[in-house]
């Protein structure tokens, strides 16, 4: 038996909504892709890199949504992306010359050198395809990827369990075309867990989920160890909850870590402060200003843009150490503090979406690659660990029925069923109505014409289906275009159904929707079929 007292399980969630418009030169919301691939999922891979190339022992988990997955490995937006990276280390190069004698020489150095490095493993280590990257990772034993619902469905809104196995049937299925064997566990889209529909992640070999805190903690019976051990569902599918202790630390712009006043401001970007003609050729098309992801300041504090003062790098990643160092010794306490009681070692899961890391928190990753190294070299109370390594550890748990449950705003479904969006879900339930018939109906067809035109349905139902538009309705950012977007998959979905329906089949329509929702090239239309559920 090791000497450690705990565990620290430390889960990323990877996603973003599914952003691909070939019918445009260029789009907006495709940045959102572009920008996390920059900050957030090339950064963490650097930093995987290095640490097996220095030999630190590291443990992590990360979901990698099927959106985000297949926006990875499309040749168009890989293109784009490509164009997006060389734009910004062209701008990098001219702030070189224009910095110099200033107090942001040293930071625009920075940029160019982290740009430089974002294309050297994108082209040289990975020709392209980055999944390639994380899939090394996990086949060294650091890394545990797990799937998630197949658009990000909001699972607990789903009237038909039709719909709810054809989430996780269409996820799994991605899952292993991109990684090569069967999902191990699975990110619950929104951390939203309803009652029962666990049986279905059973059905397709998922052995863990996560929840958020109160999904066990009200669980029937009491759970005995809190969230600091996974329970069972009554389908013998393990569930671990968040603990909240960690989450705050970093979470939290006010009371955690990102808010310190040396890291760097996230609201001040040269795409709003450079002259326009100097600017304007790394702008979309539309020439309006935007975040171009090159930012001169730190927070500073309570002070308006204005006042905000230089962003020193490497004041900043002196403090990402030291927070680092500050988050071990507290979960070294915390776990110490635990195990003197329970009986085991409990298991402290941290659970954050992975876009904190780099794009929200610029010194995100330089946090991570400080804790790994400080677990590794410095302690010997906690041991990094993923759910399978805990699970083989500790086999049998207590059997508990956990509540219906979101890590949402007040913990249940509200952030995506409110006045702001309730509209949407007479639309989304007659289409999946819809979507189950014709599974039945034409579940043994060998037509081509009729196979194709099912496979787009599909598509675009579990486009609609996506938990990110009715969740941007209710935040109100990006709200004419998730409303658009809903719209626009609901009408393609009724004007493919009904011309199935008539039995006239618009192949020039469907060619059009092929190419422009051109999600899960294998897409399993019968996944839908009622025949699928298990009595």
């Known amino acids: 038996m090791n000497n450690e007292k705990g565990y620290l399980c430390l889960v990323l969630h990877a996603h973003l909504p599914y952003v691909r418009h070939p019918e445009y030169p260029d789009f907006l919301e495709e940045d959102w892709f572009f920008e996390a691939m920059c900050e957030t999922y090339i950064p963490l891979l650097d930093i995987y890199e290095r640490l097996t190339n220095e030999g630190v022992d590291f443990r992590i988990t990360m979901s990698l949504t099927p959106p985000l997955c297949n926006m990875m490995s499309d040749p168009l937006l890989n293109e784009r992306f490509k164009n997006y990276l060389y734009k910004r280390i062209e701008l990098c190069e001219k702030e070189i ?3 110099k004698n200033t107090p942001f020489y040293k930071t625009a150095q920075m940029y160019l050198s982290r740009f430089l490095r974002i294309r050297e493993i994108y082209e040289d280590y990975y020709k392209g395809y980055i999944i390639n990257g994380f899939k090394k990772f996990q086949e060294l034993g650091k890394l545990e990827i797990i799937t998630c619902c197949a658009t990000h469905g909001f699972l607990p809104l789903q009237i038909r369990k039709e719909a709810v196995n054809a989430q996780i049937k269409i996820a799994t299925d991605d899952y292993r075309e991109k990684f090569g064997r069967s999902p191990r566990g699975i990110w619950l889209a929104e951390c939203a867990y309803n009652p029962g529909d666990d049986h279905f992640l059973k059905d397709y070999g ?10 066990i903690l009200y669980g029937t019976p009491r759970p005995r160890y809190g969230v600091y051990a996974p329970v069972y569902c009554p389908s013998g599918v393990a569930a671990f909850a968040r603990d909240m202790e960690s989450a705050h630390q970093v979470w939290s712009a006010e009371m955690g870590y990102p808010g310190d006043y040396r890291y760097r401001e996230f609201y001040r970007d040269v795409g709003y402060d450079l002259d326009y003609d100097y600017i304007k050729p790394y702008l979309h098309l539309d020439g309006v200003r935007r975040n171009v992801g090159i930012k001169y300041y730190k927070i500073t504090g309570r002070v308006p843009l204005s006042e ?16 680092a160092g500050n988050f071990m010794f507290n979960r070294e306490r915390q776990i110490e503090y635990l195990e003197s009681f329970l009986g ?22 330089w946090f991570l690659e400080y804790l790994f190294k400080k677990i590794h070299y410095d302690q010997k109370t906690i041991k990094m660990i993923t759910p399978i390594e805990y699970l083989n550890i500790y086999p049998d748990n207590q059997v508990v029925q ?3 449950s979101s890590w949402g705003d007040k ?3 509200e952030v995506w069923l409110n006045g702001s969006n309730d509209w949407i879900y007479r639309h989304l339930h007659k289409a999946t ?13 060998t037509d081509p014409l009729i196979i194709r035109t099912l496979k787009q349905c599909a598509r675009e139902l579990v486009l609609a289906t996506s938990s990110d538009w009715p969740f941007l309705m209710t935040v109100g950012t990006a709200k004419t275009y998730s409303t658009r977007r809903f719209i626009t998959h609901i009408q393609r979905f009724t004007k493919l159904w009904e011309s199935i329906e008539a039995g006239k089949i618009d192949e020039a329509f469907l060619s059009d929707c092929e190419w422009k929702d051109n999600i899960f090239k294998n897409m399993d239309w019968k996944a839908f079929a009622s025949f699928n559920l298990k009595k």
């Open 308 to 323: 905000k003062q230089p962003y020193e790098p490497d004041e900043a990643k002196e403090i990402a150490a030291i927070h």
């Open 97 to 99: 010359f224009r910095t």
């Open 411 to 413: 913990g249940y479904n």
């Open 344 to 365: 085991r070692k409990p298991v402290v899961v941290s659970m954050y979406d992975a876009e904190l890391f780099g794009h929200w928190w610029f010194e995100g990753p």
């Open 433 to 445: 109505q819809r979507m189950i018939d014709l599974a039945n109906k034409f579940y043994h067809t």
């Open 206 to 215: 998922i052995r863990f989920f996560f929840l958020e805190t109160h999904g």
């Open 402 to 404: 956990p509540i219906m």
